[in-house]
């Protein structure tokens, strides 16, 4: 059971580390540590993805920031409460940490697979240009009863398709993790600028359970 539940989320990634280790929390005797690492995308423009790392998997004590990994794990989430209301934190749990020398030519920089349900109805618009876009939120399965909550963004036909599909819907996707930068309004004379993460979808099938 523990297997099929990492096989319903699966994140590989090549990037730069841009960060030390912060200390996160603490499992059982184990320490674990947050850092950040810049991925590149086609359009050069870099996502700025973070990892929550187990002090048994590398040495956090070190600085690492400049050198390049390449990381298996999954896509996590949980709520912080702050502000009288929960906020949904993501990172990628590491599994996996392996340092590479340099990317090999057209090799994948950032995949990540989620078999989940839709667990919010879909939102459908268009841009002022036209272009489709539909927001998800997936429930992903997790071990110990837990589940982590992945929001998505779909374009175009995958857009279309997604905007029908129901609360409960069981669904998988393939796409990227990417970071979005927004303004968030704290009141009226104060804004705070945030860093958002979701899953661009680049496929998305309906599956009929059985």
């Not at 090999?104 to 349900?117: A, C, R, S, V």
């Amino acid at each position: 059971m523990t297997d099929k539940m990492f096989e319903n989320n699966q994140v590989s990634m090549i990037g730069e580390v841009v960060s030390e280790f912060q200390f996160s929390h603490e499992v059982l005797g184990e320490g674990f540590y947050m850092v950040e690492v810049s991925v590149n995308r086609l359009s050069n423009y870099a996502d700025y993805i973070p990892l929550m790392v187990s002090e048994r998997l590398v040495d956090t004590q070190q600085d690492y920031t400049g050198q390049l990994i390449h990381i298996n794990g999954q896509f996590r989430s949980y709520n912080r409460h702050e502000e009288k209301k929960n906020r949904l934190v993501l990172s990628v749990f590491v599994r996996e940490w392996e340092f590479v020398d340099e990317l090999e030519e057209n090799e994948k920089t950032n995949q990540i697979f989620l078999d989940g349900y839709v667990c919010k109805d879909p939102v459908y618009r268009k841009t002022p240009l036209g272009r489709e876009i539909a927001d998800l939120l997936i429930a992903v399965n997790r071990s110990y009863g837990k589940s982590d909550y992945i929001p998505c963004i779909c374009w175009g036909r995958n857009a279309r398709f997604a905007s029908g599909f129901e609360v409960g819907s069981h669904i998988q996707v393939l796409g990227r993790i990417q970071s979005r930068e927004y303004v968030k309004r704290i009141n009226d004379d104060e804004t705070e600028h945030r860093i958002a993460y979701e899953v661009s979808v680049s496929k998305v099938d309906f599956l009929e359970d059985m």
